[in-house]
């Protein structure tokens, strides 16, 4: 059974830091390519960024490019979105997930494993 469960969300202020791991279980890790998405509330969920499954490649939404870090460490099975100067706009539910052969997709449909979110709100 594939489990993906996200940590390290909270309450901070605009222009603080917050850094979300997500611990991957039941799967090889190392095969996929893992995505972070965000849900704001009454907004469909988007996508924040990705990293190939080699760690080699990443992708971001242009929102949060020079501000948040995507990295992994496929020995810990555990993706990492490091984000810094946070601003309100960037409060949402945020969940990682995992997706075989895309290429480093953007695209939800493309992604077969999710967890199950962990929340993140700044306050201004």
């Known amino acids: 059974q594939v489990q993906l469960v996200e940590s390290g969300g909270g309450l901070v202020q605009a222009g603080g830091s917050l850094r979300l791991s997500c611990a991957a279980s039941g799967l090889t890790f190392s095969n996929y390519d893992m995505g972070w998405f965000r849900q704001a509330p009454g907004k469909e969920r988007e996508f924040v960024a990705v990293?190939?499954?080699?760690?080699?490649?990443?992708n971001y939404v242009d929102s949060v490019k020079g501000r948040f870090t995507i990295s992994r460490d496929n020995a810990k099975n555990t993706v990492y979105l490091q984000m810094n100067s946070l601003k309100p706009e960037d409060t949402g539910v945020y969940y990682c997930?995992?997706?075989?052969?895309?290429?480093?997709?953007?695209?939800?449909?493309?992604?077969?494993?999710w967890g199950q979110g962990t929340q993140v709100t700044v306050s201004s």
């Open positions: 997930a995992a997706a075989r052969l895309a290429w480093g997709s953007s695209r939800r449909n493309d992604y077969r494993y």
């Open positions: 990293i190939r499954w080699n760690g080699v490649s990443t």
